[in-house]
């Protein structure tokens, strides 16, 4: 089966830097994802990871290592929109589905 | 603008109703997929299909089906609605073509009250 794990909620300071840390146990995988989603909204892509490393965006990055079954999303400079949901999903197989986690709730504060 | 269009954002039905959740699609994706969000379970699949006519379950097909007779829409379908089935539903496609490395591209959802 799949299991994916992350934190249920963040708190951090507008400014900071902020990592959300996913951990995850899989029957193969192919990739993984990080999705941002606002209240009430569709979630939307943020990132995604296949080999190992860091892959930088702007002000966010994700890591992955596929030995360790480990996964983060760093946000630097927080912003008040950066208050939200981060998903993180694991494609597995040659199948094109993603399996999510339950997502991290991250609110930055003033 | 690609976009996913989900054809009601709120709906109310009544238990033991037949409930069609509309999805379409304009950035000729062969895979489509319907998800429910529930808080503290996060996203989980119900059913996908990879092309027209064909469908595949997910983790949680029960009480549901779905129909792809156009490559464009997918819908799904509660054959009887009941209160349990309360939640987010989220539909989503995606392509084949590598590099899959975009992900998904979702539609803004349609939460669904049955009463």
């Known amino acids: 089966g799949q299991n994916i794990d992350q934190p249920t909620e963040m708190t951090a300071t507008e400014g900071a830097i902020v990592q959300i840390n996913c951990t995850y146990q899989?029957?193969?995988?192919?990739?993984l994802f990080w999705y941002q989603q606002h209240a009430g909204e569709a979630p939307t892509f943020l990132s995604y990871?296949?080999?190992?490393g860091l892959e930088e965006k702007g002000r966010f990055s994700s890591f992955l290592s596929r030995s360790k079954g480990y996964s983060y999303l760093l946000l630097k400079e927080l912003q008040m929109k950066d208050s939200a949901s981060y998903l993180c999903a694991v494609k597995t197989g040659t199948a094109s589905k993603l399996t999510f986690g339950t997502g991290t709730r991250l609110q930055v504060t003033l | 603008d690609v976009k996913v269009t989900q054809s009601s954002r709120y709906l109310v039905k009544r238990t033991g109703e037949k409930v069609f959740l509309e999805c379409v699609q304009d950035m000729d994706h062969e895979n489509m997929f319907w998800y429910r969000q529930d808080p503290g379970l996060g996203l989980r699949l119900i059913y996908f299909s990879y092309d027209v006519k064909m469908k595949e379950k997910g983790d949680i097909p029960e009480g549901y089906s779905v129909s792809r007779e156009k490559k464009e829409r997918f819908s799904l379908i509660l054959e009887s609605a009941s209160t349990n089935q309360t939640s987010m539903y989220l539909c989503a496609s995606s392509t084949r073509t590598e590099p899959f490395n975009y992900g998904y591209t979702f539609g803004s959802g349609t939460r669904l009250t049955v009463v």
């Open positions: 990871n296949v080999l190992d």
């Open positions: 899989t029957s193969g995988f192919n990739g």
